[in-house]
C-alpha cells in the first residue's frame, strides 16, 4: 500500500511538473542576415525554445533557404507583423524571453560575437562632420531622418539604393534639415564614411554607436524616413520618401 502511495505521488509530481513545463517557454528572436554574417551562440534553453524572425525583409523562400543551411533552426519562424516583438518589447536580435503562464519571467539581450569591445563606452551623437546632434532637440521648423544601412547595397535591403537616392534628391530640394542616421549592428564608423562617398551623400550623416536613435523610434525597417517638428514630435514616418508641402519651397 505504502509503495503504491509512493508511486502515484511520483506520478502526479511528474504530470504536475509537465504541466508547468508546458506553460513555460522560451522565445529566441534572431535575425537570419546577421547570423549569416555570424552565429549567434546560444546559451543553453530554460524551457522548450521558440526560434523567432523578425517580420521585416523577409519571405518565406529566404527563411526555409536559412532553415536548409541551419539545421538547428528548424523550428524558427516568422513573427508575423512583429506582434510578439511588440508585446515582449523585444527591440533587437538575438534577444530571449522567458514567458511562464502568459507573464515574462526573464529577458536578456543575447551577446553577439560581433558586439564591439567598447560598446559600454559611451560616445556623443555627432554627424560625420563633427557636429553635435540631439535626438529631440531641433533648431528649425521641420527636420527629416533617414535611417538606413551602410551594408546597402545587400540582399536583405530590398530597395535601399532606390529609397538613397529619393532621399538624396529629398535633401536637395527641402529647406529644412535631411540628416541619414546609419545602424551600428556588426559595422563600424568607417563603413558610415563608405556609404557616404559609395552614394554621394552631401547631407549630414549621424552613425548611431549605441542605437540610441533608432530604439528611441522603434525603427525595424530600413531605409526609413521619419519627419519631426520642432518639438520633436514624430509627424511623419514610413518607409515611404515624405512629401510633405511644408519641407518644400
Not at 12 to 40: G, H, M, R
Request: glycine share 2%; aromatic share 12%.
Amino acid at each position: 500500500m505504502l509503495l503504491r502511495h509512493a508511486l502515484l505521488i511520483i506520478v502526479l509530481c511528474v504530470f504536475k511538473s509537465a504541466i508547468v513545463n508546458a506553460q513555460t517557454k522560451e522565445y529566441v528572436f534572431i535575425n537570419i542576415w546577421d547570423e549569416y554574417e555570424q552565429p549567434t551562440t546560444l546559451p543553453a534553453p530554460l524551457a522548450p525554445r521558440i526560434f523567432l524572425q523578425p517580420d521585416l525583409n523577409i519571405d518565406a523562400a529566404s527563411l526555409q533557404q536559412f532553415k536548409v543551411t541551419y539545421p538547428d533552426y528548424a523550428t524558427l519562424n516568422i513573427d508575423n507583423h512583429n506582434q510578439l516583438m511588440r508585446t515582449f518589447g523585444v527591440r533587437q536580435t538575438p534577444y530571449r524571453v522567458i514567458v511562464e503562464d502568459g507573464k515574462v519571467v526573464k529577458r536578456e539581450a543575447l551577446i553577439s560575437p560581433l558586439a564591439s569591445p567598447h560598446l559600454e563606452e559611451k560616445k556623443p551623437l555627432q554627424t560625420l562632420s563633427g557636429k553635435s546632434f540631439a535626438i529631440n532637440h531641433i533648431d528649425t521648423k521641420y527636420r527629416v531622418l533617414f535611417l538606413s544601412d551602410s551594408l546597402c547595397p545587400f540582399h536583405h535591403l530590398p530597395n535601399c539604393e532606390m529609397r538613397v537616392k529619393q532621399n538624396n534628391e529629398l535633401a536637395f530640394a527641402s529647406i529644412y534639415p535631411v540628416i541619414t542616421i546609419i545602424k551600428p549592428f556588426y559595422v563600424d564608423i568607417q563603413n558610415a564614411f563608405d556609404y557616404q562617398q559609395r552614394f554621394q551623400v552631401q547631407q549630414e550623416i549621424v552613425f548611431d554607436h549605441h542605437n540610441e536613435v533608432f530604439r528611441q523610434f522603434d525603427v525595424h525597417e530600413l531605409p526609413y524616413w521619419l519627419v519631426q517638428n520642432q518639438q520633436g514630435q514624430v509627424i511623419y514616418r514610413g518607409n515611404k520618401m515624405p512629401t510633405l508641402p511644408a519641407l518644400f519651397h
